[in-house]
Structures are given as C-alpha cells and as structure tokens.
C-alpha cells in the first residue's frame, strides 16, 4: 500500500470555481503534513502547513482529519495562475510525496 | 543565494553510456536527495543522504549510485544508461527542522533521455 494516494485528475475549473483535493495517508503515527505546488517543467515548493485545526492562507485552505488519516486543499475564486500539480506530503521520519493533482483553470 | 543548483540542465544520453548529475547547496544542509519524476507521475526517491560520507538507498535505487565526500556536494551517477531512465531528476536538501516546516529545498531540475 503506498504510504500517501492521490486523485491525479486532471481538475478542469472555470475561474472563480471553488475546488478541492483529497490525500489519503496510510501511516497513523505520521508528524506532519503540507501541499506543495509543482508548476509545468518546474521543481516543486512548499504551499503550506496542514493541521488539524485547519490552516488558512488567502484562497487556500488545507485540513487534516487525523481519524480518518485524510488531508485537504480547499482553493476558492481559482484563477487562472493556480494551474499547477498539487501534491501533498506526509512526514512520518522520511518525507512521503502523493503522485499529485493536476488542476487546470479555465478563463 | 544559489541554494541547491544542478548540472546539466538537459542531457541526451545513448543506451549504455554513463554519467554524472552534479549537485552542490550552499546552505550546509546535512540532508540531501535524488529523487526522479516520470512524465505524469510523482518523485521517486532514488538515494538519500544524512551527512557526509552516509548514503542510503530509497525507493528505486537500481542502476544508480551516490557518493557524499562533502556536505556541499552529493553527485548521482547512472551506470549504463536504459530508456527506463529517462526522467526529470529533482537534487533537494533540507535542514533537520524540515521536518516540522516541511521544507525541502529543490534544485530546478536535469532532465534526462536515454536513446
């Protein structure tokens, strides 16, 4: 079983749609959680943190649900530079990357 | 501030030949990895190291090899290149604190085909 599952998409959303991704992870006694965003051709970066008690950043908002060992990425009023791979990362000792979302924005 | 830097860019390699992907940080990092992404797919880690002079296998480590003699500088070396390893190749580092940050810092990436 892979330590972290993802949908791989791809999202396709108009602009100003609202949009979620899913992550599920299979480690229970996993430390910590984060998205990280991976442009066309690009190196990945770190989006944000994610916890338990949610984690707000403008458009984005990400959860944990440790009972259920889930994790989401809410992003509101997509705009059209939100297109990218959305991959989320559990760290249980090693870091464990998800295979990604890929989210296009449409105008 | 060049962080983590990786050369080549871009490499075309014939079946059987071998080479040298080179990375170097500057931020004394002890923690470095090669992890490699196929088209569509997520990273791989292929070897990892936690300070100079230990490597460690990851994932997929078959056909590769790693060496760490500084902590500025963990180069990945293909033996005998297959089609199977043509893929982007993604050098990171990061600090112990990385693991409540979630930072790992990337270089931009070599990008390989074996013909």
């Known amino acids: 079983r892979k330590e972290v599952e993802q949908d791989p998409g791809p999202f396709n959303v108009p602009e100003g749609a609202t949009v979620a991704f899913n992550c599920t992870y299979s480690n229970s006694a996993s430390q910590s959680f984060f998205w990280y965003r991976q442009d066309c051709r690009k190196e990945p970066k770190l989006l944000m943190s994610v916890y338990s008690s949610g984690n707000e950043d403008g458009r984005f908002t990400a959860q944990l649900n440790r009972a259920s060992q889930y994790i989401s990425l809410l992003i509101r009023d997509s705009k059209l530079s939100d297109s990218a791979t959305y991959l989320c990362v559990v760290i249980s000792g090693k870091f464990y990357f998800g295979s990604g979302t890929k989210l296009n924005v449409k105008p | ?70 902590t500025e500088d963990f180069p990945l070396r293909l033996e005998l290149a297959a089609p199977s390893q043509t893929s982007v190749y993604f050098c990171a580092s990061r600090t112990p604190r990385s693991t409540n940050t979630g930072e790992l810092f990337f270089g931009e990436g070599s990008r390989l085909t074996v013909l």
């Open chain 2, 1 to 70: 501030n060049a962080g983590v830097t990786q050369t080549p860019k871009f490499r075309i390699l014939k079946i059987g030949q071998s080479m040298t992907l080179q990375c170097a940080q500057d931020m004394n990092h002890n923690y470095m990895y090669w992890y490699r992404q196929d088209p569509g797919m997520g990273l791989k880690l292929i070897y990892y190291s936690v300070g100079a002079g230990i490597t460690d296998k990851g994932e997929v480590p078959n056909g590769y090899n790693v060496s760490r003699s500084t």
